[in-house]
Nanobody, 119 residues
Framework: QVQLVESGGGLVQAGGSLRLSCAAS??????MAWFRQAPGKEREFVAA????????YDADSVKGRFNISADNFKKTVYLQMNSLKPEEPARYYC??????????????WGQGTQVTVSS
């Protein structure tokens, strides 16, 4: 079975940076992705990457600020978040599935890690 464990969340000041990690075990799908969900809001796509490193895709809202990377040897995917905005506190979830920006394309999900942005 697949297990995804996110870590690295915490409190960060607006404009600051934070790196999230997702440790994967089991037979993951070909792509990994990060989604986030703020209280009272729908879960939204953040970024996706193939395990092979053949390509990445970022949501328009984070393009140029966030960077996703996947280490197939360590079976860990990272989300480097820079220039965090006050409106971006959310619980960030790691997922594995088919490469894309649609949540239903992803089969397994981690429990999430909370990111809080201070003003």
């Amino acid at each position: 079975q697949v297990q995804l464990v996110e870590s690295g969340g915490g409190l960060v000041q607006a404009g600051g940076s934070l790196r999230l990690s997702c440790a994967a075990s089991g037979r993951t799908s070909s792509a990994m992705a990060w989604f986030r969900q703020a209280p009272g809001k729908e879960r939204e796509f953040v970024a996706a990457s193939s395990w092979s490193g053949g390509g990445t895709y970022d949501a328009d809202s984070v393009k140029g600020r966030f960077n996703i990377s996947a280490d197939n040897f360590k079976k860990t995917v990272y989300l480097q978040m820079n220039s965090l905005k006050p409106e971006e506190p959310a619980r960030y979830y790691c997922a594995t599935g088919r490469y894309g920006a649609i949540s239903r394309e992803y089969t397994y999900w981690g429990q999430g890690t909370q990111v809080t942005v201070s003003s």
